[in-house]
């Protein structure tokens, strides 16, 4: 049996040159797969994240996330470009994606809309998120800890599922340049740096470091914004924002604070698409 594959960059920035956003495969299923299938799929793509999602008799899409070694709880990116693919191939011309997950309860993905002063109905899908915020840490020897692993001043910490550490500026994000090997000690499951951006285009800057899931550095992180998002529209008081996570390839968020929900919006570019068979080694698994 052949399989249909997506490859999908979710939250570009459109003004870049060349290629950014983070890639994630995107596997369409009538049923689904064994763990081990899926997990071999995802190892054989070698992205940060292969999406795999089943459409049941209610419409609503059961989706999971696998990186290449694990499955994942909740990935934003990889969601973006389901809903991508769910909605530009597959015709599902619903002004709402309802997905449901394992662990992160149900999911929507919509179309977005200008209603903040941001983006507009231009090719914006709106991920609707839990808010993970975090807990400020005063801790100093963490803070050392911190800045030796990162080379950089340390302003705030703050935990939730992954560790947000406030740098003191923007250059400093740009600039950091962690010791991985002292990262993976840290008892977190992710590392994000991040700053207030000194333009007019976006309200802070970002990059996400997970050494401990085989990850050194993640281009965008759709999931980050759960964290980041409540941080920093305490920070600046307001509860519209604009993210850029600064990585080698770059990717953008429009950002909604809305209680305990995070809406997260961004654009997609399908960089390829095809089909994939099984081994016979795998046929039975």
Not at 172 to 178: I, K, L, Q, S, T
Request: overall charge negative.
């Amino acid at each position: 049996m052949r399989y249909s594959v997506f490859k999908i960059d979710a939250f570009i920035r459109p003004s870049a040159d060349g290629f950014s956003g983070n890639p994630a495969a995107i596997v369409p299923l009538q049923e689904w797969l064994s763990e081990a299938q899926m997990q071999a799929i995802a190892a054989e793509n070698n992205l940060s994240e292969t999406a795999f999602f089943v459409k049941d008799a209610h419409d609503i899409y059961h989706i999971r996330w696998f990186t290449p070694t694990t499955e994942v709880d909740l990935c934003g990116h990889a969601t973006l470009a389901a809903a991508w693919v769910i909605r530009n191939r597959l015709q599902d011309m619903r002004s709402i994606l309802p997905f449901a997950t394992r662990e992160a309860g149900n999911l929507t993905v919509r179309i977005a809309r200008d209603n903040h002063g941001y983006g507009g109905n231009d090719g914006l899908l709106q991920l609707d998120f839990p808010a993970r915020p975090g807990e400020l840490l005063r801790d100093a020897a963490l803070h050392q800890r911190l800045e030796q692993a990162l080379g950089q001043k340390v302003v705030a910490v703050c935990n939730a599922r992954d560790m947000l550490v406030e740098l003191e500026s923007e250059q400093a994000v740009h600039n950091c340049r962690p010791d991985f090997a002292l990262l993976r000690q840290l008892e977190t499951f992710a590392i994000m740096v991040t700053a207030g951006c000194e333009s007019a285009d976006y309200d802070f800057v970002s990059r996400f470091f997970a050494p401990r899931q085989g990850l050194d550095e993640d281009p965008v992180t759709g999931s980050s914004f759960c964290t980041l998002t409540p941080y920093w529209a305490l920070k600046l008081g307001k509860l519209t924002l604009k993210g850029w996570q600064c990585s080698a390839r770059g990717g953008e968020a429009v950002l909604n604070l809305e209680q305990d929900r995070v809406l997260i919006a961004g654009r997609c570019f399908a960089y390829m698409e095809g089909e994939f068979s099984l081994p016979d080694t795998l046929q039975n698994l």
